[in-house]
């Protein structure tokens, strides 16, 4: 018996079409990304097409990425415990510097535990997610990061957003939501893109008086604030106010990972429900290893944060000074909005040529009319490189006013 034909009049367009319009409609807007190549270890100075250039985009804050310590405690843990954990971390995959790595974050924190991921993302996701369901619902800072963003969708809670760190905002909508089952509030310490820093003591006291719950991100302020580089919530005195602290181990740490600290219920939880740490291959030893090894050199040298942020303020001040948008010159991180995506990648495009690497971070990452130069300075670069970075960053800018 013959079978029925289902094809359609007329054949779809191949894979490869689409993609190919949809890509020239990417490029049409000045949004195209492609990678830059790093030839060498990430440090101030870094090898791209054959030549040295000043690395001004890394988030290798205090330089601990290449630190002999932090470099030779990733290679003992991979001599002893291997290449990589192979299984996930409630099959075979729990190993001893998992356990040390935890332990030390958790007594670092402040809390009663800490669990490592095998990065943020995942961890952002894991977490609200576990936390929230149907019928819940997830407040979030209209400017926080993506993986936020995805692990409030992946939550199935209502997500309700906020105005920028705005306290009031917070309060208005945390009132719509009274009747909520669960109500999580989240934002970010430090904020990615624009350096800026959250009101915490003001968000921590409007959360509880919502009876809500309260996640930091600390991934940018973690190692840089707070006594022993704690973090923001540390500095603050908010640790006991704060249910979930969500922290990096590959930017001031110069590792790779993440760690979500809390109360021992919490970190049980996660283990049970969190689906992105217990459906992943654990952290590799050596990461967990270089991770601990740097948290001893932030506890004993703060002048490596200290100084960073001493720089990133004078900076930054200087080059508001000189006509630049800098919004924020708060933390180690100084955006530099320039607005238009195009121009944005000519600017980048003549710093390169000049021996300066700094990324032009345009929509979707940040709003649309935004699009800036995102500038954040490492414990490792020198005066001379930051007082050059300055005046070229200066003579750039000034050449597209003329």
């Excluded at 079978?3 to 779809?12: H, I, K, M, T």
């Excluded at 238009?340 to 649309?368: K, M, N, Q, S, W």
Aim: hydrophobic share 45%; proline share 4%; net charge neutral.
């Amino acid at each position: 018996m013959p079978q029925p034909s289902f094809l359609p009049e007329a054949s779809r367009a191949s894979l490869d079409d689409v993609l190919a319009e949809e890509l020239a409609a990417i490029d049409a807007r000045g949004l195209r990304r492609r990678f830059r190549r790093i030839e060498s270890a990430q440090g101030p100075l870094v090898r791209m097409d054959g030549r040295e250039v000043v690395l001004l985009c890394s988030n290798n804050y205090l330089g601990l990425a290449g630190h002999p310590a932090v470099v030779a405690a990733a290679a003992a843990a991979t001599n002893a415990g291997g290449a990589g954990a192979v299984s996930s971390r409630l099959i075979s995959g729990h190993m001893d510097a998992h356990a040390r790595l935890e332990e030390r974050i958790a007594r670092w924190k402040g809390t009663e535990a800490a669990l490592v991921f095998s990065t943020g993302y995942q961890a952002n996701i894991g977490v609200i997610a576990a936390l929230l369901g149907d019928g819940d619902v997830v407040v979030s800072d209209e400017l926080n990061h993506a993986s936020i963003i995805d692990g409030c969708r992946l939550s199935r809670a209502r997500v309700a957003i906020y105005r920028h760190c705005d306290v009031e905002d917070l309060r208005r909508v945390l009132a719509q939501h009274a009747g909520a089952r669960r109500v999580l509030v989240v934002t970010e310490s430090v904020f990615s893109m624009d350096g800026d820093i959250a009101p915490l003591h003001q968000i921590a006291a409007a959360t509880a008086e919502h009876d809500a719950w309260l996640m930091v991100d600390e991934a940018h302020g973690a190692g840089i604030f707070g006594g022993g580089g704690a973090g923001v919530v540390a500095q603050l005195g908010l640790t006991d106010r704060v249910d979930v602290q969500m922290g990096t181990l590959g930017k001031a740490l110069g590792s790779f990972g993440a760690s979500v600290a809390g109360s021992r219920r919490l970190i049980d939880h996660l283990i049970n429900r969190a689906r992105s740490f217990i459906f992943t291959t654990g952290l590799p030893p050596a990461c967990a290893a270089a991770a601990e090894a740097a948290l001893d050199i932030i506890e004993a040298e703060p002048q490596r944060a200290s100084g960073v942020l001493d720089r990133a303020r004078k900076l930054g001040l200087r080059l508001r000074s000189a006509g630049l948008d800098v919004p924020h010159v708060g933390s180690q991180i100084l955006p530099i909005v320039i607005g238009d995506a195009a121009r944005t990648v000519e600017v980048a495009e003549a710093l390169l040529t000049r021996g300066f690497y700094v990324a032009a971070i345009r929509p979707p990452t940040v709003p649309p009319g935004t699009s800036r130069l995102r500038l954040s300075l490492m414990a490792t670069h020198t005066a001379e490189q930051i007082a050059a970075a300055e005046g070229a960053l200066v003579e750039v800018l000034a050449e597209g006013t003329r």
